[in-house]
């Protein structure tokens, strides 16, 4: 997958629970400028992203997400593994961050 997926929270079950790769999720709204910022460095991170997913939660369509995660500023990367999360950081960050999240994750999964 080279472009982050939006999904709706039955999806987002559906890929952090049964997922073999890790996955890093955005959890982001439409008004933040935060978020619009951190748009293109979550898409390299997907484009470049290997063996691992990226997904986008609106938290304006989908609060429960954002709630059942404590997601309390936006943008917000959360990378889970085996159905867990594994790292957890508000505020922007670049591609290169996401990146080393997914392959820490993917390592700790391998080793």
Same mark, same amino acid.
């Given at each position: 997958?080279?472009?982050? !997926?939006?999904?709706?929270?039955?999806?987002?079950? /559906?890929? &952090?629970?049964?997922?073999?790769?890790?996955? !890093? $999720?955005? +959890?982001?709204? @439409?008004?933040?400028?935060?978020?619009?910022?951190?748009?293109? /460095?979550? @898409?390299? @991170?997907?484009?470049?992203?290997?063996? @691992? %997913?990226?997904?986008?939660?609106? &938290?304006?369509?989908?609060? #429960? !997400?954002?709630?059942?995660?404590? $997601?309390?500023?936006?943008?917000?990367?959360?990378? +889970?593994?085996?159905?867990?999360?594994? &790292?957890?950081?508000?505020? !922007?960050?670049?591609? &290169? #961050?996401?990146?080393?999240? %997914?392959?820490?994750?993917?390592?700790?999964?391998?080793?």
């Amino acid at each position: 997958m080279d472009e982050p !997926l939006e999904v709706d929270p039955e999806q987002f079950d /559906e890929v &952090t629970q049964n997922s073999r790769v890790p996955v !890093l $999720v955005d +959890f982001w709204a @439409a008004w933040c400028g935060p978020c619009k910022m951190s748009a293109p /460095e979550v @898409a390299r @991170a997907a484009d470049k992203a290997g063996r @691992a %997913l990226v997904i986008k939660v609106d &938290t304006e369509r989908y609060p #429960q !997400l954002a709630s059942r995660f404590n $997601v309390r500023g936006i943008p917000n990367f959360v990378v +889970f593994y085996g159905g867990r999360p594994v &790292t957890q950081q508000a505020g !922007l960050v670049d591609h &290169t #961050q996401m990146e080393r999240w %997914l392959q820490s994750a993917g390592s700790a999964s391998a080793a």
